[in-house]
């Protein structure tokens, strides 16, 4: 990893990947006469090509700083002895793509993948940030191969209201909720909204953007710390230079993506997401990354998995603190080095060495009190806990370390609502028969119901009991919500609605049962009811007529398998992860 030569062969630089025009030399000599073009000498061309991969975009506020991150990591790279070759890709945010952002991972991920193939060059940075972007890069990385690095945008400054510290977004959902209580006034409500997003960045709280940072260091696919800097320090600017200088050691090593995507780093990445209470997403989305590199993710190993393994880190949703204090209190090494006993440590990672070797050079530990000690857990199980039962016959989720105890053990009668429509249309209607010990239904928000599988799982509490000081109630769907978001939520529940799945033939009045401490989700019909329902009212599977819905709606898989399109996903198998 060390050495400093490089030596241009027809597989490496502008010689790879050559365009066809039926003459290898005139291709290479075209391509250099455009490229000199833009003032390049023979010299730099001769250079490691290192692609940047730019997802900066003006709707995507969380990747605002994406300029000075290039500028730092163009001088990392020309200081190592590389060439640096910015280019665009798709650029996902959560608030501005519509129907969902996850509707448009896959078609993210594919852009990378092919750009990646497509253009020549000796290694890639992978610069994103918001929620779908980090694990669309991943998933194309991993399927296109070569080296690749992860830089993290970074997370936004927190703000204050009346005196308040705030930040987006698990405060914003707290102040929707009080907003729609009666305790919030307009004005009010106007004026915390100047106040939640004090900077560009990612949430600011372990939503699905923190959580896939934290994924990214896990994986061994960042630099040694870099899933915590906020966006707008600079330890962020210095870590996108080092993360530079870094992606030319790779290209020079030519250490492949595969060799980090292990099994052991995906246990570990797993074992991360259960200490950090990281968002339900990031489940999904390791599922979807491991089918790239052929691994299935084994939900049970998973669960199992979280009976041993505490949240640790004491921030929103599930504890008290900020992004920004993650970072003061060590960041990543600091947890990682808490969670050693538990880990891979032969895992291979993007620095060339192991993440035990990593963690035996990482700065030592000092007094704080945000990353915990297995013996003083913030939540004594990892923070997903996966349901079973003749609801969810492929599985359902909970993120039990953000939900209401009171709650995990409970049975109720079914509020039912057909889809996202039907929901707007009646959550506030003051007839609806609702009670606060109801559980709260909602189907076809699935992967195909949707389609794309929108966050709306986080259902709102209806109008009339919130104003009645109702905080929580168990709420059921086959679709996401924001890793920013808390309650007695169950989640992902497969197989979904729109294609048959159990959960399609729920009606209002039906009793269910859920029991955490048992991993039970029970709906109490008998089978012989369920199959006069079924024979009552058959299901089609969505379709379209044309264009990226058409592929969608043929293509993407369930929850389960990471929602993934299947054709994308690799060809040959490696089995399970975790083993």
Same mark, same amino acid.
């Given at each position: 990893?060390?050495?400093?030569?490089?030596?241009?062969?027809?597989?490496?630089?502008?010689? =790879?990947?050559?365009?066809? *025009?039926?003459?290898?030399?005139?291709?290479?000599?075209?391509?250099?006469?455009?490229?000199?073009?833009?003032?390049?000498?023979?010299?730099?061309?001769?250079?490691?090509?290192?692609?940047?991969?730019?997802?900066?975009?003006?709707?995507?506020?969380?990747?605002?700083?994406?300029?000075?991150?290039? &500028? !730092?990591?163009?001088?990392?790279?020309?200081?190592?002895?590389?060439?640096?070759?910015?280019?665009?890709?798709?650029?996902?945010?959560?608030?501005?793509?519509?129907?969902?952002?996850? *509707?448009?991972?896959?078609?993210?991920?594919?852009?990378?993948?092919?750009?990646? /193939?497509?253009?020549?060059?000796?290694?890639?940075?992978?610069?994103?940030?918001?929620?779908?972007? %980090?694990?669309?890069?991943?998933?194309?990385?991993?399927?296109?191969?070569?080296?690749?690095? @992860?830089?993290?945008?970074?997370?936004?400054?927190?703000?204050?209201?009346?005196?308040?510290?705030?930040?987006?977004?698990?405060?914003? $959902?707290?102040?929707?909720?009080?907003? $729609?209580?009666?305790?919030?006034?307009?004005?009010?409500?106007?004026? %915390?909204?100047?106040?939640?997003?004090?900077?560009?960045?990612?949430?600011?709280?372990?939503?699905?953007?923190?959580?896939?940072?934290?994924?990214?260091?896990?994986?061994?696919?960042?630099?040694?710390?870099?899933?915590?800097?906020?966006?707008?320090? !600079?330890?962020?600017?210095?870590?996108?230079?080092?993360?530079?200088? @870094?992606?030319? @050691?790779?290209? /020079?090593?030519?250490?492949?993506?595969?060799?980090?995507?292990?099994?052991?780093?995906?246990?570990?990445?797993?074992? %991360?997401?259960?200490?950090?209470?990281?968002?339900?997403?990031?489940?999904?989305?390791?599922?979807?990354?491991?089918?790239?590199?052929?691994?299935?993710?084994?939900?049970?190993?998973?669960?199992?998995?979280?009976?041993?393994?505490?949240?640790?880190?004491?921030?929103?949703?599930?504890?008290?603190?900020?992004?920004?204090?993650?970072?003061?209190?060590?960041?990543?090494?600091?947890?990682?080095?808490?969670? $050693?006993?538990?880990? +891979?440590?032969?895992?291979?990672?993007?620095?060339?060495?192991?993440?035990?070797?990593?963690?035996?050079?990482?700065?030592?530990?000092?007094?704080?009190? %945000?990353?915990?000690?297995?013996?003083?857990?913030?939540?004594?199980?990892?923070?997903?806990?996966?349901?079973?039962?003749?609801?969810?016959?492929?599985?359902?989720?909970?993120?039990?370390?953000?939900?209401?105890?009171?709650?995990?053990?409970?049975?109720? $009668?079914?509020?039912?609502? &057909?889809?996202?429509?039907?929901?707007?249309?009646?959550?506030?209607?003051?007839?609806?028969?609702?009670?606060?010990?109801?559980?709260?239904?909602?189907?076809?928000?699935?992967?195909?119901?949707?389609?794309?599988?929108? &966050?709306?799982?986080?259902?709102?509490?209806?109008?009339?009991?919130?104003?009645?000081?109702?905080?929580?109630?168990?709420?059921?769907?086959?679709?996401?919500?924001?890793?920013?978001?808390?309650?007695?939520?169950?989640?992902?529940?497969?197989?979904?609605?729109?294609?048959?799945?159990?959960?399609?033939?729920?009606?209002?009045?039906?009793?269910?049962?859920?029991?955490?401490?048992?991993?039970?989700?029970?709906?109490?019909?008998?089978?012989?009811?369920?199959?006069?329902? =079924? +024979?009552?009212?058959?299901?089609?599977?969505?379709?379209?007529?044309?264009?990226?819905?058409?592929?969608?709606?043929?293509?993407?898989? =369930?929850?389960? @398998?990471?929602?993934?399109?299947?054709?994308?996903?690799?060809?040959?198998?490696?089995?399970?992860?975790?083993?």
């Amino acid at each position: 990893m060390t050495d400093s030569t490089f030596k241009p062969t027809q597989a490496s630089g502008f010689r =790879q990947g050559l365009t066809s *025009y039926g003459d290898q030399g005139f291709s290479l000599f075209l391509r250099k006469a455009f490229i000199k073009g833009a003032g390049y000498s023979d010299e730099a061309l001769d250079k490691p090509v290192i692609g940047i991969a730019n997802t900066a975009s003006a709707y995507n506020p969380c990747h605002g700083n994406a300029p000075q991150l290039i &500028e !730092a990591l163009e001088r990392g790279i020309l200081l190592a002895g590389g060439l640096p070759m910015t280019f665009p890709t798709i650029s996902l945010h959560e608030s501005f793509a519509a129907p969902t952002s996850m *509707y448009l991972r896959n078609l993210m991920a594919m852009d990378t993948e092919e750009m990646l /193939r497509a253009q020549p060059m000796d290694a890639v940075v992978l610069m994103g940030g918001c929620d779908k972007t %980090v694990p669309a890069q991943l998933m194309g990385a991993a399927s296109a191969g070569l080296p690749a690095i @992860q830089l993290i945008t970074g997370s936004m400054l927190t703000g204050s209201h009346r005196g308040e510290r705030v930040g987006a977004c698990t405060d914003c $959902r707290r102040y929707w909720a009080r907003y $729609r209580a009666g305790d919030v006034d307009e004005a009010e409500k106007d004026e %915390v909204n100047d106040r939640l997003v004090a900077s560009v960045g990612t949430c600011s709280v372990m939503g699905t953007a923190s959580t896939m940072a934290c994924i990214a260091e896990a994986l061994g696919m960042t630099v040694p710390g870099g899933a915590s800097p906020p966006a707008v320090t !600079a330890d962020r600017m210095r870590i996108a230079e080092l993360t530079g200088s @870094q992606a030319v @050691q790779l290209a /020079r090593s030519g250490l492949g993506i595969e060799r980090i995507l292990t099994a052991d780093a995906f246990e570990n990445a797993l074992r %991360v997401l259960l200490a950090i209470g990281g968002s339900t997403n990031g489940l999904v989305h390791l599922a979807a990354m491991a089918g790239r590199v052929g691994l299935a993710l084994d939900l049970d190993a998973f669960d199992r998995m979280g009976r041993d393994t505490p949240v640790l880190i004491d921030l929103k949703p599930s504890g008290q603190h900020y992004m920004e204090d993650f970072h003061h209190a060590g960041g990543m090494p600091a947890l990682l080095r808490e969670l $050693r006993p538990l880990l +891979k440590l032969d895992a291979l990672t993007v620095t060339g060495k192991t993440l035990g070797e990593n963690l035996d050079a990482a700065p030592a530990p000092f007094a704080q009190t %945000v990353i915990r000690t297995v013996s003083n857990p913030i939540y004594p199980q990892g923070g997903i806990a996966v349901l079973r039962g003749n609801l969810a016959p492929q599985g359902a989720i909970i993120k039990q370390s953000a939900a209401d105890p009171r709650l995990m053990e409970h049975e109720g $009668r079914a509020v039912v609502f &057909e889809n996202s429509a039907d929901l707007a249309a009646r959550i506030d209607d003051p007839d609806l028969d609702v009670h606060p010990h109801d559980i709260l239904v909602l189907k076809n928000i699935g992967p195909k119901g949707a389609p794309g599988m929108p &966050e709306a799982g986080y259902l709102p509490i209806p109008q009339k009991l919130a104003r009645a000081g109702v905080k929580d109630m168990v709420r059921i769907s086959d679709g996401r919500m924001s890793g920013t978001a808390f309650g007695t939520v169950i989640l992902h529940v497969t197989p979904e609605a729109a294609i048959g799945g159990p959960l399609a033939y729920v009606q209002t009045g039906d009793r269910i049962r859920l029991s955490v401490s048992k991993r039970s989700l029970e709906w109490l019909v008998s089978a012989e009811e369920l199959a006069q329902r =079924q +024979k009552a009212h058959p299901i089609t599977s969505p379709s379209a007529a044309r264009g990226y819905r058409q592929l969608f709606l043929q293509s993407v898989n =369930q929850a389960d @398998q990471g929602a993934d399109f299947d054709f994308l996903r690799a060809e040959h198998s490696q089995g399970k992860t975790p083993r």
